[in-house]
């Protein structure tokens, strides 16, 4: 019943938006406190507000009503959601899940604003110590530790049950899978995107490619083995409500990877080839991770990539990474000087980080006016 009524006002949502309609940051935090190389379960399940948290609430508050973003994606880790001892699927640490909820909770139904729900996995299951390489690909029938896509269907159809009265909720399907075969991401997502519609969910789903979903090579093979190009297989995705997008990460560093301080890699050209595809798809995208140093190499990069999503339509958000509550003087991103985005933080020299600069030069000049503000989370 339910899911019909949400389903229609996502039909009917008003498509007088700007063609950015999702504009908002990483909060990063959840899948803190496990990294450990050759010390598998070290840190699981954690102490909240300690190893591990989500958001800090006054955070929220100032990038809503001060920053008029409209969009979080917040973190988490699913082998702290679904225990180890359970394995992946429909059973949860339900104090793990309360906690989460909170956090997704205050931002859509408190601040009236979107949540991005990010399994922070990697598309990997059961040891999380050293991401994003450890753990077993899910679906991997020739490893007999790792969780079948069944189990990953199940985990879906349970997660999305308990979101799916609440209209703000988006559901990212998992963190940056790599090194993988295409085909099984495509096959993954879709035990995904059909758990969540069984589960009567319709909420805007994102589904994510290989080699760490990069727009930059959608359309390349990736990975050491040469895993097939992403693009050879999303288009493949079916959803009965046709309200799923592309997930995509773009940095724009030397190596895409976020670790470096300055910006070489020119997001228009490089997600070129990535927007000719969804163009001829008929698909959208969020790119909903992407970051920058403190310099102003970076913060042009940065607006030349952000001009480019707005005047291509095929795009419809954008997060930058990352706030968060626990980073303190620390760098999520983009050098190790450059500090996270949370208000009230410094960097690791006690200047200015970069809620100061990168946010304050780079994104709030190109926060659009016109996100959506109501209604089920949708491609419009």
Known sequence: MFLGSLATLVSFTTTALGKII?????????????????????????????????????????????????????????????PLSFGLGARFNETYFSEYANAINYITETKGAYALIDPHNYMRYNDPSQQPNSGSVI?????????????????????????????????????????MPTDLILTNNQAAIDGIRLAGAPQLILAPGNGFTGGHSFTQTTGAAGDAPSSEFLNQL?????????????????????????????????????????????????????????????????????????????????????????????????????????????????????????WAQAIRPNIPKTLKRQGVSSLQ
């Open 22 to 82: 999702f504009a908002g940051v990483n909060e990063s935090g959840g899948e803190f406190g496990v990294f450990a190389p050759g010390q598998p379960g070290f840190g699981l399940p954690g102490r909240f507000g300690q190893d591990f948290a989500f958001i800090n609430k006054s955070t929220v508050d100032i990038f809503v009503d001060q920053e008029k973003i409209n969009f979080f994606r917040v973190t988490f880790l699913m082998e702290r959601l679904c």
């Open 238 to 358: 079916r959803d009965p409500l046709k309200n799923t997008a592309i997930d995509i990460h773009e940095y724009l560093d030397i190596d895409f990877s976020g670790s470096h301080d300055n910006c070489t890699q020119p997001g228009p050209s490089n997600l070129a080839a990535l927007t000719t595809w969804l163009q001829q798809n008929n698909l959208k995208a969020v790119v909903s991770e992407f970051g920058g140093g403190n310099n102003q190499n970076c913060f042009q990069f940065i607006d030349d990539m952000l001009s480019y999503l707005s005047a291509n339509d095929v795009y419809i958000g954008w997060a930058i990474w990352a706030a968060g509550p626990i980073w303190g003087t620390n760098s999520p991103c983009c050098g190790p000087d450059t500090g996270s985005l949370e208000p009230g933080q410094v960097n690791d020299m006690g200047g200015p980080n970069a809620f100061q600069t990168v």
């Open 139 to 179: 679906g991997n029938t020739t490893d007999p530790t790792a969780a079948t896509t069944k189990q990953f269907g199940e985990f879906w159809f349970e997660l999305a049950s308990r979101f799916a009265k609440n209209p703000k909720v988006v559901f990212g399907i998992n963190n940056e899978p790599h090194d």
